[in-house]
Nanobody, 120 residues
Framework: QVQLVESGGGLVQAGGSLRLSCAASRTIFSINAMGWYRQAPGKQLELVAGITGRRDTNYADSVKGRFTISRDNAKNTVYLQMNSLKPEDTAVYFC??????????????WGQGTQVTVSS
């Protein structure tokens, strides 16, 4: 199921910043826990950051201190602020969420991804 929409990706130089957004579609009533994942060319999917309904957060060691995950429950949106970007951060970034649909079902929702490219 594709019920989340990522945006904010693009091309930046090393050391630059981007803020990714993940907004729930109208089929999603609310988001519980959520994670940002990324997949670099030829590499496996990697968990970048996660946030719970209590706003507890966790990060991959490779991004700790550079990336920040946050959420705006009123807008049903989750963000990933990425600072001090490195070429190795280049990947397609996906958001994934444990959510409740408008039909009151617990579901696992995915977005289609947004490309982040960091030039050296």
């Amino acid at each position: 199921q594709v019920q989340l929409v990522e945006s904010g990706g693009g091309l930046v130089q090393a050391g630059g910043s981007l803020r990714l957004s993940c907004a729930a579609s109208r089929t999603i009533f609310s988001i519980n826990a959520m994670g940002w994942y990324r997949q670099a060319p030829g590499k496996q999917l990697e968990l970048v950051a996660g946030i719970t309904g209590r706003r507890d957060t966790n990060y991959a060691d490779s991004v700790k201190g550079r990336f920040t995950i946050s959420r705006d429950n009123a807008k049903n949106t989750v963000y990933l602020q990425m600072n001090s970007l490195k070429p190795e951060d280049t990947a397609v970034y996906f958001c994934d969420a444990d959510a409740i649909s408008i039909e009151h079902m617990f579901i696992r929702a995915w977005g289609q991804g947004t490309q982040v490219t960091v030039s050296s």
